[in-house]
């Protein structure tokens, strides 16, 4: 239906691990796997009790090599309650060749 068929056969720059990102605010973080933001936001204070709105961290992100995380403190209100959480907006490579 539609146009399903013809966007599945379409590849756009940075589909692949294997060709550069694609120059951006996020910079090489669409590239990351999840397990890898997820170790990053560990080894963050809890967001409740931190007192910066924006920190980094490096760790190693396996293929991609040594990679910094930027991550802003946000939070989610219900009713008369709220939650502080992190969120990873930006990944940059540490010590290498790639360029964003």
């Known amino acids: ?35 890898y933001v ?5 080894q963050l ?3 409740a009790t931190a007192t910066q709105e924006h920190l980094d961290v490096e760790i190693d992100a396996g293929a991609d090599g040594r990679v ?4 802003e403190r946000k939070t989610a209100r219900h009713h008369r309650h ?3 959480y992190w969120s990873v907006y930006r990944a940059e490579p540490v010590g290498s060749n790639d360029t964003l």
């Open 1 to 35: 239906m539609g146009n399903s068929r013809l966007a599945a056969s379409c590849h756009l720059r940075g589909d692949s691990s294997s060709q550069p990102a694609t120059v951006g605010a996020n910079g090489i973080l669409g590239r990351i796997e999840g397990q």
């Open 38 to 42: 997820s170790t990053a936001i560990r």
């Open 45 to 47: 204070p809890p967001a």
């Open 68 to 71: 910094r995380f930027f991550a």
């Open 82 to 84: 709220s939650h502080y």
